[in-house]
């Protein structure tokens, strides 16, 4: 069965980190560029970075830039999101999903994403 694995996700205050894991299965996950995608409470989603197949390209959202790095493990078929100088208004479920682009607030038919991580951001 094709499927993403979220895992890393949990309480943190203000100003602490997380590394959140997504384990891929069944597809050529080598191949495929990945990308995590979040939804805060009573939100749409929000595309937070993308990063190429091979690692050498990518790309973060303007509100988690310099905070967030994304990286990924061919060899191991994972894919990271390390969180630093985390934000209440990062708080949110994290998902991640195959493909490089997030198109509009909503899943389309067909993507291959995980159920997602908690991340909950309060003092």
């Known amino acids: 069965e094709v499927q993403l694995v979220e895992s890393g996700g949990g309480l943190v205050q203000p100003g602490g980190s997380l590394r959140l894991t997504c384990a891929a299965s069944e597809f050529i996950f080598s191949n495929a560029a990945m990308r995590w995608v979040r939804q805060a409470p009573g939100k749409g989603l929000e595309w937070v970075s993308s990063i190429d197949s091979g690692g050498g390209r990518k790309n973060y959202a303007d509100s988690v830039k310099g905070r967030f790095t994304i990286s990924r493990d061919n060899a191991k078929n994972t894919l990271y999101l390390q969180l630093n100088s985390l934000k209440t208004e990062d708080t949110a479920m994290y998902y991640c999903?195959?493909?490089?682009?997030?198109?509009?607030?909503?899943?389309?038919?067909?993507?291959?994403r995980g159920q997602g991580t908690q991340v909950t951001v309060s003092s």
């Open positions: 999903a195959r493909g490089w682009a997030q198109y509009g607030s909503t899943w389309q038919p067909g993507t291959l």
